[in-house]
Nanobody, 117 residues
Framework: VQLQASGGGAVPAGGSLGLSCKVSRDITSIGVMRWYRQAPGKQRELVALISTVGLTNYKQYPDSVRGRFTISRDSVLNTVDLHMSSLKAEDTAVYYC?????????WGQGTQVTVSS
């Protein structure tokens, strides 16, 4: 499974940014897709997940981003997007898309998001 993330950049606090993850295989075969982030000196943390199977469209967010981040999927294009709004300086990090498939973890290359206060 290959994951290609895009869409990072620099925005002022309060702004919005969208990330996209292109997946090399049918995302409905994966089951769950995730976005993580890692800030300098901190552990990688989960920021969103979405079910990619059927019509359930189950999503989950930690408290730190709930209400500001929205994860979505396109099962035709095999993409998983992350829309981020009301960005804060503490959202600055490298963002990674993730797939766990057939007992292996797959990661995109990471895309930098920098929020200036």
């Amino acid at each position: 499974v290959q994951l290609q993330a895009s869409g990072g950049g620099a925005v002022p606090a309060g702004g919005s940014l969208g990330l996209s993850c292109k997946v090399s295989r049918d995302i409905t075969s994966i089951g769950v897709m995730r976005w993580y982030r890692q800030a300098p000196g901190k552990q990688r943390e989960l920021v969103a997940l979405i079910s990619t199977v059927g019509l359930t469209n189950y999503k989950q967010y930690p408290d730190s981003v709930r209400g500001r981040f929205t994860i979505s999927r396109d099962s035709v294009l095999n993409t998983v997007d992350l829309h981020m709004s009301s960005l804060k300086a503490e959202d600055t990090a490298v963002y990674y898309c993730n797939a766990y498939f057939q007992d292996q973890n797959y990661w995109g290359q990471g895309t930098q998001v920098t929020v200036s206060s």
